[in-house]
């Protein structure tokens, strides 16, 4: 599902999800049953889903000893076996993203707000200018963002709506920041596809000069403080074999290596400006909507899943939740500067990767894919960069801050992020 348009209220709003294919489901809310504070309904009201599924859905929310217990009831004609996997990841979803706001009212900088408009609000609201905010970690992390009481603006390079702004990355406008607390740089060439000539300058063009521009405003800005830029783990290289890698580990040899020490450097005008600069360098991102996991599994939904070549090559991944965790304190935790790696403490071999796909898809994994395979796709220096990349990454500064992580252990990710969580109900421990 991918939401199209959100509720503006609970009591009467209206909430319309994209489905493949071009469906659409439209959720309005029932007047009638709503309690300000306690219970909000919604009901299906557009065809062809409202007769399919007669679907009523109410949340109820009542004291508890220890918080607020949120109760979800659905009236539907849709077997229950087909709503117990969202329902699941919506119920994790829900406590994460609650003990991530918790987390963050320990730092002091979520606090309710005294008027009651908001559930959480920002015991100082931040204005967080944003690139690349309509990418998939964009969209998540402007929610997480929003949802914590902080404004994001979005930078781009189109048409500009209400609450954006138009970013020209060659020559960005003097006042592009103007009024901006924090700047989060996440604009960039997709790495992933054929690394020709064209390809490559394409990657280092989008992120080098654009990214020095950016850090040249906000060296400028009388207001900014912070510069949260992204970066990858292809900054140590590609061939690193049994060592293990953390920040300061010296950079490796190859194309993205090369392009990310640019790139790291190229937000140095910030950084000798005195601003708090932090560059996060991430790994795999293990994401059900985007990335390389849709294409994992769809290859082992068919059974031709497996590992690539003889699998013993280090990947070190991050589930989606999990990185936008880390911008999260990137953004608002003082305590970071300079590069993060953004990977989960439990790297897997490549053979790991697939037994594990293939144990959560109920599939074979023992299939060899040859590494030929991923050149076709790639070439053989982005297959050598990208598919058969032997790093074994650490979090080292993230260890040192104890880190919250969702998801630490590639089971507990791929569950999530294939939908296949158990649904956990009262009469069970959590």
């Not at 000893?65 to 004609?77: A, F, K, L, M, Y």
């Not at 000539?197 to 040249?216: C, F, G, M, Q």
């Amino acid at each position: 599902m991918t939401p199209l348009q959100q509720a503006k209220r609970l009591s009467d709003g209206t909430t319309v999800l994209g489905f493949p294919a071009g469906l659409r489901w439209t959720a309005r809310h029932d007047l009638s049953r709503f309690r300000n504070g306690y219970a909000f309904s919604d009901v299906c009201t557009n065809a062809p889903m409202r007769v399919l599924a007669n679907w009523r859905h109410d949340h109820l929310f009542e004291d508890h000893p220890d918080g607020t217990q949120v109760t979800d009831v659905v009236d539907t004609r849709v077997p229950k076996a087909v709503l117990d996997s969202m329902f699941a990841y919506r119920q994790q979803q829900l406590i994460e993203d609650t003990a991530l706001i918790n987390r963050l009212k320990d730092l002091g900088h979520v606090e309710g707000l005294a008027d009651g408009t908001s559930i959480y609000g920002a015991q100082r609201r931040l204005t967080i200018a944003m690139t690349g905010s309509r990418g998939a970690v964009g969209r998540a992390l402007s929610a997480q963002l929003s949802l914590a009481g902080h404004e994001v603006i979005q930078l781009v390079r189109g048409k500009v709506k209400p609450g954006q702004r138009l970013w020209n990355p060659v020559a960005p406008a003097e006042d592009l920041l103007d009024g901006v607390d924090v700047l989060v740089h996440l604009a960039g060439e997709p790495i992933f596809g054929r690394f020709n000539e064209s390809h490559k300058n394409d990657i280092r063009n989008s992120r080098v000069e654009p990214t020095r521009k950016l850090a040249e405003l906000v060296a400028a800005s009388k207001t900014v403080t912070t510069m949260v830029s992204a970066s990858a783990i292809g900054y140590y290289g590609n061939d690193r074999g049994e060592e293990i890698l953390v920040e300061d580990s010296d950079p490796g040899d190859g194309f993205l290596a090369d392009v990310c020490v640019e790139w790291e450097k190229a937000t140095a005008p910030a950084s000798d400006a005195g601003k708090r600069v932090v560059t996060v360098r991430t790994g795999v991102v293990l994401s059900g909507n985007s990335g390389v996991l849709p294409l994992f599994k769809a290859l082992f939904s068919t059974g031709l899943g497996g590992f690539f070549g003889d699998g013993e090559f280090w990947l070190s991944w991050i589930a989606a939740d999990d990185l936008t965790d880390i911008y999260t304190h990137a953004i608002l935790d003082d305590a970071y500067s300079g590069p993060i790696n953004a990977v989960s403490p439990h790297p897997v071999l490549n053979r790991g990767l697939a037994q594990a796909i293939g144990t959560e898809m109920k599939r074979p994994s023992v299939m060899p894919i040859p590494t030929f395979g991923p050149a076709l796709l790639l070439g053989k220096e982005g297959a050598r960069e990208l598919a058969l990349a032997d790093q074994q990454v650490q979090p080292e500064v993230l260890a040192n801050h104890e880190h919250h992580f969702r998801y630490p252990t590639i089971d507990t990710a791929l569950a999530h992020e294939l939908g296949r969580e158990h649904l956990w109900t009262p009469e069970e421990p959590a």
